[in-house]
């Protein structure tokens, strides 16, 4: 059975962007959960904004892929640089024992410090040709559009992973 996934703002938005990336997450996860915070911030003012993905998002919380959650404060609040999005959505991953979608590198640090398996959109990207559910040719172009809309990857970062997903696709697509 296909477990649920948190996201983060970032992730959230992306994934609705491509519409490959967002495919490959309805693939891999029975849901994306968010916490209030990344609600608010990714569909409330994107929604303010006139962000086309807000559509799609709200369009996937009515047919029951995203939901959207509560969550408790901490009893003790950590002392933290995190936006309150970003510590909702690890306090929730960690509560779920779910992946979390995340951007945010220190966000990503701080989850996996309280065990939760942390990582980038980018990288789920690169998994997935990796593990030939996503032909390289896909991949590679849902990377490129990532960057084409804005996600934010350092140079030499992006050339390392379409490298990786050039020379370790097990698709040949």
Known sequence: MKQAAVVDSSSLIFA??????GALLRKKYSCLVLPNAVYEEAVAR?????????EKIEAAIAEGFVK???????????QTA???GEL???????????????????AAAAAKLVGVNAFP???FVVAAAKQGVLPKKTAKKALDDLVL?????????????????????LTGN
């Not at 609705?16 to 990336?21: A, L, P, R, W």
């Not at 959207?68 to 950590?78: D, F, G, I, Q």
């Not at 690890?90 to 945010?104: E, F, M, Q, R, T």
């Not at 990857?153 to 050339?159: E, G, N, P």
Request: hydrophobic share 40%; glycine share 6%; charged share 35%.
């Open 82 to 84: 995190l936006g309150r």
């Open 121 to 123: 959109l980018s990288a």
């Open 149 to 169: 809309a804005g996600y934010r990857l350092k140079s030499d970062v992006y050339i390392r992973l379409a490298n990786e997903i050039e020379k370790n696709s």
């Open 68 to 78: 959207v959650e509560a969550v408790p404060p901490a009893k003790t609040a950590p």
């Open 16 to 21: 609705f962007k491509i519409g490959e990336v």
């Open 46 to 54: 994107g929604k303010e904004r006139g962000f086309s993905e807000v």
């Open 88 to 106: 909702e959505a690890i306090l929730l991953a960690a509560k779920k024992k779910a992946d979390l979608l995340c951007d945010d590198r220190k």
